[in-house]
Nanobody
Framework: QVQLVESGGGLVQPGGSLRLSCATSRRAIVIYTVGWYRQAPGKQRELVAQISSGGDLTYAESVKGRFTISRDVTKNTVYLQMNSLKPEDTAVYYC??????????WGQGTQVTVSS
């Protein structure tokens, strides 16, 4: 059973930065693909970034050059560093783990609000 616990959301002004953390198991990080999705009000959940077990990175076009996904296997944590935040980045951000099947596990979500 994979568990995902997000933290780090909050309110930030446009142009600011936030770092989200997803605490999970070592197994999830080294064997499966772990990523971040987001869902804004009235919109579908969308992929933001993900990192495979082999370290391959995938980003949504809208965040390329601004967001960076990384992992620390010593802390069993996946991070999403978000820079140059825009109001359109406002959403609930969810950590996701994909296992063969496919089987998706989600965290509880953390709110990110970009507003002046």
């Amino acid at each position: 059973q994979v568990q995902l616990v997000e933290s780090g959301g909050g309110l930030v002004q446009p142009g600011g930065s936030l770092r989200l953390s997803c605490a999970t198991s070592r197994r999830a990080i080294v064997i499966y693909t772990v990523g971040w999705y987001r869902q804004a009000p009235g919109k579908q959940r969308e992929l933001v970034a993900q990192i495979s077990s082999g370290g391959d990175l995938t980003y949504a076009e809208s965040v390329k050059g601004r967001f960076t996904i990384s992992r620390d296997v010593t802390k069993n944590t996946v991070y999403l560093q978000m820079n140059s935040l825009k109001p359109e980045d406002t959403a609930v951000y969810y950590c996701n783990c994909q296992r063969p099947g496919p089987v998706n596990t989600w965290g509880q979500g953390t709110q990110v609000t970009v507003s002046s």
